[in-house]
């Protein structure tokens, strides 16, 4: 069975790694599958991100649950609109609420296609974060990061996804968070 899958996180957390360790597996079994990143466009103003930001994760939702549904392959996803809900307010001035209306109307006109939609949200310690930092994080200011992850673990429990785990990555290396993933995706 093909799976879209949502992988979030505050930054540093181990998507990309994740997703690299998904991505060889999908391909040694010869599994088609298809990875998409999601992100903001920098410089532009708080109506025009917000704007943007709704028709991205609009057009995510139909690429996810009407378009590609009959398609023979695996779609991951590097963030999405969970994210979006992180940072729109804590970085970019505007509301990130609306994601949960976007979820809400695709829940209601694809019903029965969100069986196979798995969000993936890893957490760890702001300090951990902060070490791990390659520059490209919003801030490395320690309660900005405790704010962010809080953010993500109440987001990822409010959305309307079925198919949910929070996985604390702290104190375990790349392959035991790789097995849990694993076992939540029903792939071990």
């Known amino acids: 069975m093909y799976k879209r899958i949502i992988f979030e996180s505050p930054d540093n957390c181990g998507k990309d790694t994740q997703i690299r360790l998904l991505s060889t597996r999908f391909a040694k079994q010869m599994t088609p ?12 103003t708080p109506e025009e991100s917000k704007a943007y930001s ?10 996810i649950l009407h378009e590609t549904a009959e398609v023979d392959r695996t779609l991951i996803l590097n963030r999405s609109h969970i994210g979006e809900n992180v940072y729109a307010p804590m970085y970019r001035n505007t509301d990130g609420e609306w ?14 296609k969100w069986d ?21 994080s919003f801030s490395v200011d320690l309660d900005k990061k405790a704010s962010e992850i809080g953010r993500f673990i109440t987001t990822t429990k409010q959305s309307n996804i079925v198919n949910k785990i929070i996985i604390n990555i702290r104190n375990k290396d790349q392959h035991r968070v790789h097995e849990e993933v694993l076992n939540f995706l029903n792939m071990e």
């Open 99 to 112: 994601i949960f209306l976007i979820e809400k109307h695709f829940k209601m006109a694809y019903p029965y």
């Open 116 to 136: 196979d939609l798995y969000l993936i949200t890893f957490v760890d310690d702001p300090e951990n974060l902060i070490k791990r930092d390659d520059g490209l």
């Open 33 to 44: 599958y298809h990875v998409l990143h999601y992100s903001a466009i920098p410089g532009i």
């Open 54 to 63: 709704m028709c991205l994760y609009r057009d995510m939702f139909r690429l």
